[in-house]
């Protein structure tokens, strides 16, 4: 039997903090040997809510950091293809195909969209709406068997199994389904970084202020300002999952995931510390554990061309799959065959 495939991506729009690294990234690099993996940039979901002021060289950039970033953390061509969404077409012919039967009270129900036209007031577009059925068109064109995510995706990895076995349903042979319904694969620790401003929220690329989140490439000075500034209490003696302390929580797992100790480990080590004495090792810690990936993306983002060529690879390659799997979609709604 083959290797399973893994498929997942992230946005690219800026700011990759460490929810992104600890919720998706990091989990795809350490499982990659064991599948067959499709990792993506997804820029169609991109422009879902508008880019404020526009930049047209922006969107490219964004891209291109991603993709060095992808590269950088570990990610190993031998076992990972990586392309752009908007690179392949089935992407958008797939979502569709799938809008045609899906009902639109399950893309009211979602919490993100929920909350972000509530941000957005009278600004929401059709394609915030409908960004959960391109997300289900980007899983299941690659019958992909896991989705590598954070917590915040459960649901609409719920949904694209909802409306693959309803594709099925409609549309398959009772002994033969047309689309692959996806398990979802969320770690316990690190699917729900928290922002460093306030530890009920979670850690977001989108959030106004910088201060809120590490990113993957924010200088040592930075981490430290930031760590510094970071919310936390007054109580002395740091402990995990006291629903009282949800930034100690927090800033204890970062620092968990990050030093690669186990949380009995961490837990004895920091019940009797002060921030004080918390907040520079951790601050370490992050620095430490930023800087391979942050030398080995300043050598990777300085040659474009090599970026290019893994990307018109990762094209080709992503298009075989996606192209098979649109054309037998398309042969179950009853489309003709092109001649
Ligand atoms: P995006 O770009 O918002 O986030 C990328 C990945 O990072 C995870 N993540 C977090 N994990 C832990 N703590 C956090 N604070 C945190 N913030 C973000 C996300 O769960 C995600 O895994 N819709 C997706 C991109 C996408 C996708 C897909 C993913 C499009 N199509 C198909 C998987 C499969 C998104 O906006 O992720």
């Not at 199994?161 to 047309?178: L, T, W």
């Not at 910088?210 to 930075?222: E, G, V, Y």
């Not at 918390?278 to 942050?294: G, N, R, V």
Request: charged fraction near 25%; aromatic fraction near 8%; glycine fraction near 6%.
């Amino acid at each position: 039997m083959g290797k399973q495939r893994v498929l997942s991506g992230v946005q690219p729009t800026g700011n990759y903090h460490l929810g992104n690294y600890l919720g998706a990234i990091r989990n795809w690099v350490e499982g990659q040997s064991e599948y067959e993996n499709y990792l993506f940039v997804a820029d169609l979901h991109a422009i879902t809510v508008p880019q404020v002021p526009y930049d047209s060289t922006r969107l490219a950039s964004d891209t291109y950091t991603l993709v060095a970033l992808y590269l950088a953390c570990g990610l190993d061509l031998d076992y990972s293809t990586i392309f752009v969404q908007s690179h392949v077409s089935a992407h958008s012919e797939l979502t569709w195909l799938l809008n045609c039967i899906t009902p639109l009270n399950w893309l009211e129900d979602m919490i993100q969209f929920k909350e972000k036209a509530v941000k957005q007031g009278e600004n929401v577009n059709v394609g915030l709406l409908d960004y959960p059925v391109l997300m289900a068109a980007d899983i299941l064109l690659y019958q992909a068997d896991k989705v590598p995510v954070g917590e915040d995706q459960k649901q609409h990895l719920e949904l694209t199994r909802d409306i693959a076995a309803r594709f099925n349903h409609q549309f398959g042979k009772p002994d033969q389904q047309v689309l692959k319904l996806p398990d979802p694969l969320i770690r316990k620790e690190g699917a729900r970084v928290m922002s460093l401003a306030d530890g009920t929220r979670k850690m977001s690329k989108s959030d106004p202020s910088d201060l809120s989140r590490i990113n993957l490439l924010d200088p040592p000075d930075q981490i430290q300002y930031k760590i510094k500034r970071c919310k936390t209490d007054p109580i002395r003696g740091l402990t995990f999952d006291d629903p009282e302390r949800p930034e100690c929580n927090n800033l204890l797992t970062l620092y968990m995931l990050l030093a690669g100790k186990a949380k009995k480990e961490v837990a004895a080590q920091c019940q009797d510390m002060g921030w004080g004495q918390f907040k520079p090792l951790l601050t370490d810690t992050i620095i430490e554990s930023l800087k391979p990936i942050q030398e080995k993306y300043q050598a990777i983002t300085e040659d474009k061309g090599y970026l290019e060529s893994v990307l018109r690879d990762g094209r080709q390659k992503a298009q075989a799959i996606a192209n098979q799997t649109l054309a037998q979609v398309k042969a179950a709604l009853g489309y003709s065959v092109p001649l």
